[in-house]
């Protein structure tokens, strides 16, 4: 079984840093997108930043230049290393992973992190 843990975050100032990691266990096959969404009280769940592989990703417009998106393929890890951060960057941070994976059959399906709260003070 699949299982995906969020860690990182907490509260920092306006202008500070933070790095979030999210790490996938089980009988992982092959991980398609890993991604970096957050949902702020009152507002929908947004993406952040995702990473398909091969070098290609892609960031939500308010965060570019300011967050990146790494991987570590061999220990299933994605990481948001997040820069010049905002008062309204406050939100929680949630990990999804697109991946295939097997058990008693192989299947394709996305895992979502615990969320991590990431508050930024002004």
């Known amino acids: 079984q699949v299982q995906v843990v969020e860690s990182g975050g907490g509260l920092v100032q306006s202008g500070g840093s933070l790095r979030l990691s999210c790490a996938a266990s089980g009988n992982i096959v092959f991980i398609y997108s890993l991604g970096w969404y957050r949902q702020a009280p009152g507002k929908q769940r947004e993406l952040v930043a995702i990473d398909y592989g091969r070098g290609t990703t892609n960031y939500a417009e308010s965060v570019k230049g300011r967050f990146t998106i790494s991987r570590d393929n061999a220990e299933n890890t994605v990481y948001l290393q997040m820069n010049s951060l905002k008062p309204e960057d406050t939100a929680v941070y949630y990990c999804?992973?697109?991946?295939?994976?097997?058990?008693?059959?192989?299947?394709?399906?996305?895992?979502w992190g615990q969320g991590t709260q990431v508050t930024v003070s002004s």
């Open positions: 999804n992973i697109d991946l295939l994976h097997t058990d008693s059959a192989t299947k394709r399906g996305e895992f």
